[in-house]
Structures are given as C-alpha cells and as structure tokens.
C-alpha cells in the first residue's frame, strides 16, 4: 500500500464523517498520523498500522536533532531517524510537536513534604502549581551532572527540578532523603 502524499507539508483531511487527521510520510515510506484524540499512529511500508505509537528521543537525549525511535505500544522499535533535518519538512513539524509536547515537564519549585513510606508520596509546588503524586523508587528520581533532577512518578508523568541548589533549605533536606 504505497501513500501519495506531499512530504514537505503535513497533509490535514477532513472528511465529513472523521475528525481532523494530520499525516506526514517518510522518505522510507512509512507514515505517520496524529488523530484529534491526540494519540499517533504509523503505518509502515508495507500498510501494516500500528496503534497509539510513542516517539522518543535516543541517547543522547540532550541532542535536540537526534536521533529519534518511533516506539510500538508493545516496545517494539517501529522506525529510527538518524536526524530530524534530514527529514520532510511536514513529517520533522509533526515530529517536533510531539516531542514537545511530550518533553513539557512541570518545574518543581518547592517540596512541602515526602511520606516515610512506599511508594512515597510528594506535595509539591511546581510552576503549574501544587501538585500530590508518588514516587515507587529512589532510583525515579535521577540527579544530573548540571544540578538538575527528573522525578518519575507512578504514572510515568515527569518533573523537574532544574537547579537543585536554588531550592529553599527545606526543600532541599526532603530531596536529600531520596538520594
């Protein structure tokens, strides 16, 4: 099943009986589709769809161009792109917002308390205001060489803490019992 689709620009359809389907093809032949529900889906080259599909960056995950997995519900590797400005200018669109919208992390600005138990439960106060989530591990909460901390809750929602040192006294003795 071969796609004729204009790769350079994401192609919106709108029949009247289904909502707004944005897609954008690949140079390999694959393409992707974001449905109104938010959710993607690729259909590779040989038309076979593949539902609810992930897009994450690789190692290292700080390279902003690259590289990038497509990643099945199951957690099978669909797809690797080597350089998003290597791809069609719709399909790097789409694939840059959803990056985006997956890499938006609240900021936490303060710790009001951590529970003693397991998993620990937080109270925060992030840029987005307070939150309550738990955390299963220690090891859901990963310091970086810059002084920044992701915090992984159970939902596999994602925190940040961008500069440790700037946390109030408090704050900082709470996070200390995580690591």
Known sequence: MKHHLDPALP?????????????????????????????????DARGRRHRDVDVLRAFPVTA??????????????????????????????????????????????????ISDTEPTEWAVVTDRGGHRFKVAHTDDVARRADGSVFITDTF?????????????????RLLEKMA
Do not use: C, K, N
């Open 156 to 172: 596999g929602m994602r925190y940040r803490i961008p500069d440790v040192a700037a946390l109030d006294l408090h704050s900082r």
């Open 11 to 43: 192609r919106t359809t709108m029949p009247s009986h289904t909502p707004t389907i944005t897609s954008a093809e690949s140079p390999e032949g694959w393409l992707l589709e974001r449905h109104p529900h938010g959710r993607l889906d690729l259909v």
């Open 64 to 113: 902003t161009t690259g590289p990038v997995a497509i990643i099945a519900a199951d957690g099978g590797e669909l797809a690797w792109v080597q350089s998003l400005a290597s791809l069609p200018a719709g399909l790097q669109a789409l694939l840059d917002r959803e990056l985006a919208q997956r890499e938006f992390l609240p900021a936490i600005e303060r710790i009001e308390s």
